[in-house]
């Protein structure tokens, strides 16, 4: 049993306010996963070449400005970075496989969490209300964001195994249920060298979406071909530079409830991680049919 929230703001001027109304949401699924939480959350996107890393360090004391400096001493060129505790956001105009070639030769401590023009993505083991003040969640701005709070069933407690996933760039997936068919989809995926950072069945339901889109399919096709070839009970929400899109296993197993303002699309397991929600009296809410495919633009 797993908590998903998501929160789409359909105006602009509402963006700042992305946090605030998103951490009461999150707090409401605490109950439906107790051991872990995370967000990834998008905002304006970065001019090319510029990309985005989100960066998990194991150590609570890990010197940043050190690693600057270091990867300045090395490339000659000074990047922007943004400090959360032990978790930063990382900005360079450098290649992407340029930067993690370093980060994996020089600092094996960190984790890449996430690349992209837009997306940022924190995460950690431990109590849902803890995450949130420690990494200041309620802060929070942009267009939309994807959360998540786990209870472990069936791989182990830690931050690399907390959601959400993340593979390609500027796209992320949480799920709340469990897959029958994990292995099977990870050795697919590993005769077209992709590999695994975790023993994790999302991870193989994120790897498998994005290898989809990455082969030409746009994020319909590939939800698509996710509920042909993906076994089990689930309800999958996901996250692009401009989208957020959710899916249901045939049966609708695992809870969702959707509600839709003018002003915002709000998605979570149970109603009452909504109810605070402005004019949410007011907003169409409804539950999303099992296998259709909802998809929702900035």
């Known amino acids: 049993m797993c908590g998903i929230v998501g929160l789409l703001i359909k105006k602009p001027e509402l963006r700042e306010s992305l946090g605030e109304l998103m951490v009461p949401m999150l707090m409401g699924m605490s109950e439906r996963g107790p051991d872990s939480a995370g967000l990834a959350v998008f905002t304006e996107t970065l001019t090319e070449p510029k990309r985005k890393y989100s960066l998990y360090s194991s150590a609570k004391d890990f010197n940043w400005s050190k690693m600057v400096q270091a990867f300045q001493a090395h490339f000659h060129t000074t990047p922007e970075i943004q400090t959360h505790g032990n978790q930063a956001v990382l900005i360079s105009e450098l290649a992407p496989e340029t930067v993690k070639q370093w980060l994996k030769e020089h600092y094996l401590q960190l984790h890449v969490l996430s690349t992209g023009r837009t997306i940022d993505l924190y995460k950690d083991a431990g109590k849902p209300t803890e995450i949130a003040n420690y990494y200041n969640f309620k802060f929070l701005k942009g267009s ?42 990870r050795r697919k995926l590993e005769h077209h060298n992709i590999h695994f950072e975790t023993d994790n069945d999302t ?17 319909e096709t590939a939800m698509q071909q996710g509920v042909e070839e993906l076994d089990g009970f689930y309800t999958f929400l996901m996250g692009t530079a401009d989208k957020l899109a959710l899916v249901r296993d045939a049966f609708g197993c695992k809870p969702a409830i959707v509600a839709e303002t003018d002003d915002y699309v709000a998605i979570a397991s149970e109603f009452h991680a909504l109810a605070h929600l402005p004019d949410v009296n007011n907003a169409h809410i409804y539950e999303p049919d099992p296998e259709e495919m909802y998809v929702w633009t900035v």
């Not at 690399?160 to 989809?185: K, M, Q, W």
């Open 144 to 185: 939309h964001v994807v959360a998540h709070t786990r209870m472990a069933t069936e791989s182990a407690v830690t931050p690399a195994h907390a959601h959400p996933f993340t593979a390609g760039e500027d796209f992320c997936l949480v799920h709340n249920g469990s897959l029958s068919n994990p292995n099977g989809i």
């Open 203 to 219: 991870e193989a339901a994120c790897r498998f979406l994005e290898w989809r889109m990455r082969e030409g399919d746009d994020l």
